[in-house]
């Protein structure tokens, strides 16, 4: 009898522990699919930056909240906006932001 209790509650616990961490991940994959983040490495080349402080060619930019080295070929002051060019470990090559032409 306590045999047959102890069996069905083991039972129990693994078909819970199946269906949480097999079934409803990939249900959830295949009704949602894969969203690429917006915030990954891959995703900033182009964007633009905010200067937070700037020395001759490197300083700090600010990126969705977050702080970045930075680095670019020419000078900039604080308060301006840059783009990203390229991205080396945890550096960014910035270039200073033009206003595209109005039609």
């Known amino acids: 009898m306590l045999q047959d209790i102890l069996i069905t509650v083991v039972l129990a616990v693994i078909a819970f522990e199946l269906i949480e961490h097999v079934l409803v ?19 900033m080349k ?3 930056v ?7 060619k490197s300083g700090i930019v600010l990126f969705h909240a977050e702080r970045w080295q930075a680095v670019g070929e020419k000078p900039m002051q604080p308060g301006e906006k840059a783009i990203v060019e390229e ?13 595209p032409p109005e039609d």
């Open 25 to 43: 991940p990939v249900f959830w994959f295949l009704v949602k699919g894969r969203k690429k983040s917006d915030y990954g490495i891959g995703e």
């Open 46 to 48: 182009g964007k633009t």
């Open 50 to 56: 905010e200067i937070q402080c700037w020395g001759d």
């Open 87 to 99: 991205i080396s470990g945890l550096t960014l090559k910035v270039k200073p932001y033009t206003e």
